[in-house]
């Protein structure tokens, strides 16, 4: 019983919905979306990558052991001389033998003979080898020039970071503003198909009076069946748009969401379409003018590298060689420092020649560089006309829709009272339905045209306008 109740507990928890507010979607996005996760590991990743290239002009020690077997060992081997009475025939092939002859004056040879000396091996039969090195770079021109590269690629990692928060947070913001226009338009035609259906009920018992035709109740029911369509419609579309939602916030799709933040309108949209209308741009806060800028200092210092190309790499080193099984005749020494120098003198103009295209692509990223700034400038002032002009469209589209329902409404007074016929209220209807669906399509418009322009802008999420 105890673990039922508990289990029902857990369940009725697991089920609730979570409240959320435009504000608390993104901060959820920004921590749990799959594109900024990623963005986060290759931050990480450009971070590992600079301690990299700062570690190629730091000292490596390196330890290399061996194991050798030798089946026959070299042997090297020194002749002697001896004094003998025997007189021993030369041996070209082993140099030995008598190679020279004293007489004594009581008439006896003494003879002078080289023989083979004791065998000395040049090696051992089994030994073990490990040498212990340390290498320091002490001069290269295309590591200073990595060194300098390093804030650079740190920069790029940091800008294309920023580039993927803003992407995420105007998806979001454009699915959270979607949602609420579909929220609030599900409301509204719920409310009319209530009015139709309540309409629906008098006008059918009016005509089992004899008071209206038949082709009046159809018409009321054609209408009450096209809302519904369109009630419908709107459901499938917030089903699809919460998931949505879920996946940009990098939530399970197991988890019931709710949007607790009103719909932006009136005043409030007024104002906050009005602010970015009369934004300053500073193209020095834009992340693709950034992105281009940081390329086109990668290009001059891809430049730089093939520069250094003429000039000299040094390296010094010290090997220190440990054996478990030395030979007595061993000619490997046990410790050992040097330097090395790599000087380039001649290449038949291969490097000139590499410079000079590098030259050429840093020539082409400034130009590039010009022409996103005469771009972006160009596209500020158009995404704020655009804003301009979708408030304009926001505002005509508010004042239609309080007519058109104003419209409506009396007609179905007058529908009621036998003053309005079928058929003009089936057109009012129409023409309010319509007017309806392009106001919320103004609203949806103008926001995602803020979107569009608070992403160029580079606004910080905090900095929004509720």
Do not use: C
């Amino acid at each position: 019983m105890v673990a039922m109740i508990v289990g029902g507990t857990f369940l009725s928890m697991a089920q609730e919905s979570q409240k959320l507010s435009l504000e608390k979607s993104i901060k959820m996005a920004l921590q749990n979306n799959t594109n900024i996760l990623n963005s986060k590991l290759d931050l990480k990743a450009a971070q590992n990558k600079i301690w990299e290239i700062t570690a190629m002009g730091l000292p490596h020690i390196d330890v290399k052991s061996s194991y050798q077997h030798l089946f026959i060992i070299p042997e090297l081997n020194f002749p002697g001389t001896k004094l003998s009475k025997t007189k021993v025939p030369y041996d070209s092939s082993t140099g030995t033998g008598t190679t020279s002859e004293i007489q004594l004056n009581s008439g006896e040879n003494i003879y002078l003979n080289l023989i083979a000396g004791d065998p000395i091996p040049l090696g051992v039969k089994n030994n073990i080898s490990t040498d212990f090195t340390v290498s320091q770079l002490i001069f290269s021109g295309s590591y200073i020039v990595g060194l300098q590269a390093r804030r650079a690629y740190i920069n790029l990692a940091k800008q294309n970071d920023e580039k993927t928060k803003l992407e995420v947070i105007e998806t979001v913001v454009n699915t959270y503003h979607m949602l609420q226009l579909a929220e609030e338009s599900r409301k509204v035609l719920a409310q009319n198909l209530d009015n139709i259906t309540k309409t629906l009920s008098e006008i059918t018992e009016m005509n089992k009076q004899g008071f209206v035709e038949m082709t009046d109740v159809d018409q009321l029911e054609v209408t009450s069946n096209t809302i519904r369509n369109a009630l419908n419609q709107i459901d499938s579309n917030l089903n699809v748009g919460y998931r949505l939602l879920k996946i940009q916030l990098g939530v399970e799709d197991s988890v019931k969401i709710d949007l607790s933040d009103p719909m932006e309108s009136d005043e409030s949209l007024m104002n906050s379409s009005m602010q970015l209308i009369n934004e300053k741009f500073n193209i020095d806060q834009n992340t693709d003018y950034l992105l281009v800028k940081t390329s086109e200092q990668f290009t001059k210092l891809d430049m730089k590298v093939s520069q250094s190309g003429f000039l000299p790499t040094l390296s010094g080193f010290y090997n220190h060689n440990i054996q478990s099984n030395a030979a007595s005749f061993n000619f490997v020494p046990k410790d050992l420092i040097g330097i090395n120098l790599t000087l380039p003198i001649f290449s038949s103009g291969e490097r000139l020649a590499v410079v000079a295209q590098k030259r050429v692509a840093y020539e082409k990223a400034q130009n590039s560089s010009r022409l996103i700034s005469k771009s972006l400038s160009m596209q500020a002032s158009q995404y704020q006309n655009d804003v301009k002009l979708k408030l304009e469209r926001y505002l005509n589209q508010k004042k239609s829709n309080v007519l058109s329902d104003t419209i409506y409404q009396r007609t179905i007074e007058k529908y009621k009272l036998g003053m309005s016929s079928s058929i003009d209220l089936m057109n009012v209807q129409n023409q309010y339905l319509t007017n309806l669906s392009s106001y919320y399509q103004s609203i949806y418009d103008l926001q995602e045209s803020k979107s569009k322009l608070e992403k160029l802008f580079n606004i910080n999420p905090d900095t929004i306008k509720k």
